[in-house]
């Protein structure tokens, strides 16, 4: 669109003329830019805490044994019942886990790999017991996969021989701390004396109720040959699916698991939490974009005699419509640059008051920009009615009928 000055010219003092109804309209586009603005932060934070306590601080992808059929006895030795009939039987170690490491450290977007050894426990102290994860890492890599140094609350990080690092329900409940001991007791029932060398939040009871331990001390204690798993972390957690489906390509003797999989009710939950964050926001700009089609197609009614003035002295049907064109886009830049100052200032105003709690607002570029430029949008189109009606007026008939 080519602009005239005359058309400017004009276009501005059609709005200082009528201050009040642009004064309205500038204040309901800003309200709907802050409005948009402060809920899609508001729904981006909320979804980067849950992705956050959910894997922030728990492997990405999981390389697990193989799933297998049972054998039947009635039918003989070896002989395989119908697997559409029989349940799968879960495989429990991963022999040959050092290939699996070698390949994934080695793999684009992998961060840190660490093989573990995991079962069930029961820490037996003062009379007192409760069930714990035992899980066996490799000091060093399983402390990026968990991120101890930052999940760390008390003592330090040291996995050799019998040394540990509970999660703190653990401690907690049993009131221990760090260089205290417990007697730990494995699912066949025997066990052995640990020491609290450090206590760490992974962000959720069920996560905290948990035991560390150096891998080959979990592998002895557990009675494995082989390893559990192995836990893999990534640096987008979002690609973690994608990354999984590569690496079934690559092997068939394992189960590769993404934590999608293995959340699934949860990403349902954030895609409707997105789309109910965009049906709110395009009411909201479909809102403005009524409100203004509507006060600037009474303008051009109640400007029809200006108009046709400006017709019978040589102004075309283009020039008319721009007219109305760059009303409706200087009432949205307007207002979106008022509502981007007014949106920025409740997301610092919620962060102050509110953002200690559980999450805070997810304050971005994407999100400042994003509803401003759907309000320019809206507003461009909007003013498309009035625009179409100043262009199709007669000036003949206008100066005629007053």
């Known amino acids: 669109m080519i602009v005239r000055p005359y058309e400017a010219h004009i276009a501005l003092r059609f709005l200082l003329k009528g201050r009040g109804q642009t004064v309205l309209l500038l204040a309901g586009i800003a309200v709907g830019v802050a409005v948009q603005f402060f809920l899609s932060s508001l729904i981006g934070g909320l979804q980067a805490s849950l992705i956050e306590s959910t894997v922030g601080s728990s492997p990405h992808v999981f390389v697990l044994p193989p799933d297998s059929v049972p054998t039947s006895v009635l039918a003989g030795e070896g002989a395989a019942v119908d697997s559409r009939r029989a349940p799968l039987l879960e495989g429990?170690?991963?022999?040959?886990?050092?290939?699996?490491?070698?390949?994934?450290?080695?793999?684009?977007g992998v961060t840190a790999v660490s093989p573990s050894a995991s079962g069930q426990g029961f820490i037996e102290?003062?009379?007192?017991?409760?069930?714990?994860?035992?899980?066996?890492?490799?000091?060093?890599?399983?402390?990026?996969?968990?991120?101890?140094?930052r999940n760390l609350r008390e003592g330090r990080i040291e996995l050799s021989g019998d040394a540990a690092v509970i999660g703190q329900t653990v401690a907690e409940k049993l009131r221990l701390a760090p260089g205290d001991r417990f007697f730990l007791r494995n699912n066949k029932g025997t066990g052995d004396f640990f020491i609290v060398t450090g206590i760490a939040d992974l962000g959720s009871?069920?996560?905290?109720?948990?035991?560390?331990?150096?891998?080959d001390r979990a592998r002895s204690f557990l009675g494995l040959n082989g390893v559990s798993a192995v836990e893999v972390k990534v640096r987008d957690v979002f690609q973690a699916e994608a990354l999984a489906a590569s690496f079934r390509r690559e092997f068939s003797r394992v189960k590769f698991e993404s934590w999608q999989e293995r959340n699934a009710e949860l990403l349902t939950a954030l895609r409707s939490q997105s789309g109910s964050s965009g049906v709110i926001q395009f009411f909201v700009l479909f809102a403005i974009s009524l409100g203004i089609a509507s006060v600037l197609g009474i303008a051009a009614v109640q400007k029809s005699r200006q108009l046709g003035i400006l017709k019978a002295m040589g102004v075309d049907n283009r020039g008319a419509a721009n007219i109305f064109l760059i009303q409706g886009l200087t009432l949205g830049l307007a207002g979106s640059l008022i509502g981007i100052g007014l949106g920025y200032g409740l997301g610092l105003a919620f962060l102050r008051f509110f953002g200690t709690g559980a999450f805070g607002l997810l304050l971005n570029a994407a999100n400042l920009i994003t509803p401003a430029v759907l309000a320019v949008l809206g507003s461009a189109l909007a003013s498309l009615i009035p625009a179409r009606r100043a262009a199709r007026?007669?000036?003949?008939?206008?100066?005629?009928?007053?």
């Open 92 to 108: 429990r170690e991963i022999l040959s886990w050092q290939a699996y490491v070698d390949f994934l450290k080695k793999a684009p």
């Open 125 to 149: 102290r003062g009379g007192s017991a409760t069930s714990v994860a035992v899980k066996g890492i490799l000091p060093e890599e399983g402390a990026v996969v968990y991120r101890l140094d």
């Open 205 to 215: 009871d069920q996560a905290n109720a948990l035991v560390f331990l150096a891998l």
């Open 393 to 402: 007026l007669s000036p003949i008939e206008v100066i005629r009928n007053g």
